[in-house]
């Protein structure tokens, strides 16, 4: 078994990182590590995508594999010129919340629709955090954020739902405190074939904590005591919603060259 | 894929054909008039010759995707008209910071706005070269002719692929949708990007004289940093610092600028004793060579200059033109290339033949060019 600090030295580059003390990201980071190490999946056979925001870092320039930095909102489709380019590669997405369904949202759906082999991983802080805290399209109704300061006229968006109604082939949420879990959401979601949409509630101490005056500790805390795995419950449901088989695009592409006689380029 | 030969197509046909000639592995688009054929006959055709096509949700999955694949070392291309290319800036922009060669292909429609879709038009030419934002540059070719678009588009893919760069060819919809003869010839001279050497570190800076740096692709085992953000020559960004963003965007313009005799490329006739120089370009730049050549049969001093490149712009001969002779630029749009041909000739020098809609007759130019010769 690798050990942490190996584990820091095999996967992650730039060190220390600039994420504020507390933040989700580094957790996320971590275990997506993880996931790959378990999986014994080679480095040089990943390629991770990201956009703007906190979330972004995550790959970028963080994640010691192949990485590709996009614009806001704009991770996914690039992520499938790679997947398309070369499908051999696992492809990673990870993105924040505003970034994914904010600014990207149009992107997701297609990309769900089309069940393209893309593990996507939306780290959902419920706000935009790098750019001061505004409000995000999964901000609760009635939060006091910088840009809604009398209240969020608006609802927060059930991300999970979305995907799941648009077509993903796998479909999960956790939370920071479900570390292990997440772990191996993440070693599914590699090896699943399609679509794979990891939806990770993650604490922003510098945005929440200071607003709402809680401690990385008590916002885990929070997510243990309000979710479950049981959506009778009433709380915040994680775990996995969705798994389906459908056919994967890139594979289908691929498949219509070869039966119209080309070889791959 | 069509062999070598004689046909007789349409300009978007054309185009297609030309970019499988030279090797296209991927095409990403979103439906426009009067762009439409092209990933029409590639949606087709492509995939015989081992290429992926894909239709994307829209325009900025497209330009997007198509960056994401030249990045697994395939040759990449998108088509689109105004709207949409509009909607494709902000990547472009990233692609050209980001070094990825790839080819757009605006079929140029009657703007601004919706406009009319199927009437031809040339107002994206500024937009092709300060669309994006941030100080850039760009390469952008202007076929007049169904073998232009074959050309020109194997020519874009050279281009971006020689200067590691996204390259534009601005076509209308007076080229796109009409039909002549072209012929694929048996040669066809093909550039493929640079490489990296054993031992090469850095991807995104060069002390070569051309300011190219290699490329290399995803999966090669390189950890590769691409980022739209300002870089230092291994990839590793520089959010705040004043040497690594001098650096990059100076290299950057200069990839263009220092290889300008290389990229640019003009056509011109009896311009050296002219009184009057009709500058003209694209669909456009066909009646007017038809005005020309009857003014010079009627004894009018009269000389033509046509610009393949838009961008970067034949700056100097455009320049030396305007030192001895009027200039009567028509163009299918009002603000089209007037003020880079007004910049290089000088206002003084300046006349102009705008139109709007469709193209007009040989007549038409032609009574312009005797009111301009007085």
Not at chain 1, 190 to 201: N, R
Not at chain 2, 21 to 44: D, Q
Not at chain 2, 296 to 307: A, Q, S, Y
Request: charged share 25%; glycine share 10%; hydrophobic share 35%.
């Amino acid at each position: 078994m690798i050990t942490g600090k190996e584990l820091r030295e095999k996967y992650i580059r730039n060190q220390p990182t600039a994420f504020c003390p507390g933040c989700g990201d580094g957790m996320v980071l971590n275990g997506m590590s993880r996931a790959v190490e378990n999986l014994g999946i080679e480095r040089k056979d990943i390629v991770a995508v990201s956009g703007i925001g906190c979330a972004a870092w995550v790959v970028s320039p963080y994640w010691r594999v192949d990485t590709l930095h996009t614009t806001h909102g704009r991770a996914i489709p690039h992520a499938i010129g790679v997947k398309v380019g070369n499908k051999d590669l696992n492809v990673v997405v990870v993105s924040g919340d505003g970034d994914c369904v904010g600014i990207g949202g149009n992107h997701l759906i297609h990309a769900c629709r089309n069940n393209i082999d893309l593990t996507v991983i939306m780290i959902n802080n419920g706000l935009y955090a790098m750019t001061g805290g505004q409000v995000a399209p999964t901000t609760e109704h009635g939060e006091k954020t910088i840009t809604t300061p009398y209240g969020n006229p608006s609802q927060g968006m059930d991300v999970a739902e979305l995907v799941k109604a648009a077509g993903a082939s796998h479909v999960a949420r956790w939370t920071t405190y479900h570390m292990r879990e997440l772990t191996k959401e993440v070693e599914y979601a590699l090896e699943k074939k399609g679509l794979s949409f990891i939806e990770v509630i993650t604490q922003c101490p510098t945005r929440t904590g200071k607003k709402d005056n809680l401690s990385t500790l008590e916002m885990l805390e929070w997510y243990k005591n309000n979710t479950s795995k049981n959506p009778e419950d009433g709380k915040i449901t994680v775990g996995r919603s969705v798994d389906k088989e459908r056919p994967e695009m890139a594979d289908v592409i691929y498949e219509q060259i070869i039966s119209a006689g080309g070889t791959l380029k | 894929m069509r062999s070598p030969g004689v046909y007789f197509q349409e300009g978007n046909l054309a185009c297609a054909e030309g970019a499988m000639a030279a090797g296209l592995g991927f095409f990403a688009g979103y439906p426009i008039t009067p762009a439409s054929e092209v990933m029409h006959h590639l949606a087709r055709t492509l995939p015989a010759t081992g290429g992926r096509f894909i239709q994307m949700e829209d325009e900025i999955g497209s330009m997007a995707a198509i960056t994401g694949a030249s990045w697994t070392g395939l040759k990449s291309m998108t088509s689109t008209s105004g709207p949409g290319f509009s909607l494709m800036m902000e990547n472009l922009g990233y692609a050209y910071m980001t070094e990825t060669p790839c080819v757009i292909v605006n079929v140029q429609r009657a703007g601004p706005s919706t406009g009319q879709a199927t009437k031809p038009g040339t107002g994206d030419v500024m937009q092709s070269r300060f669309g994006s934002h941030g100080d850039y540059e760009m390469i952008a070719l202007s076929p007049n002719s169904v073998q232009e678009m074959f050309d020109f588009t194997v020519r874009a893919f050279n281009l971006a692929e020689r200067y590691r760069t996204p390259v534009v060819l601005l076509a209308d919809a007076g080229i796109g949708h009409m039909r002549e003869k072209f012929t694929i010839p048996e040669d066809i001279e093909i550039v493929e990007r640079k490489k990296p050497k054993e031992g090469d570190r850095e991807f995104f800076h060069t002390d070569e004289k051309d300011h190219v740096p290699p490329m290399p692709s995803f999966g090669e085992g390189r950890e590769l940093l691409v980022t739209g953000s300002t870089h230092r020559g291994d990839g590793t960004r520089d959010t705040a610092g004043y040497d690594t963003q001098d650096k990059l965007v100076r290299r950057l313009k200069a990839k263009i600028d220092d290889n300008q005799q290389d990229i640019i490329d003009w056509e011109e006739d009896s311009v050296e004793d002219a009184e009057l120089v009709v500058v003209s370009y694209g669909s456009m730049s066909r009646p007017a060579r038809g005005a020309v050549k009857r003014a010079r049969k009627d004894g009018l001093n009269v000389g033509f200059f046509r610009p393949k490149v838009m961008w970067p712009s034949p700056e100097e001969r455009l320049k030396e033109i305007g030192k001895n002779s009027k200039i009567l630029l028509a163009e299918l749009s009002l603000r089209g290339y007037r003020m880079e041909v007004e910049r290089c000739v000088g206002s003084e020098k300046m006349h102009v033949y705008d139109r709007l809609n469709s193209l007009p007759t040989i007549d038409m130019i032609y009574t312009k060019i005797k009111e301009v010769m007085g």
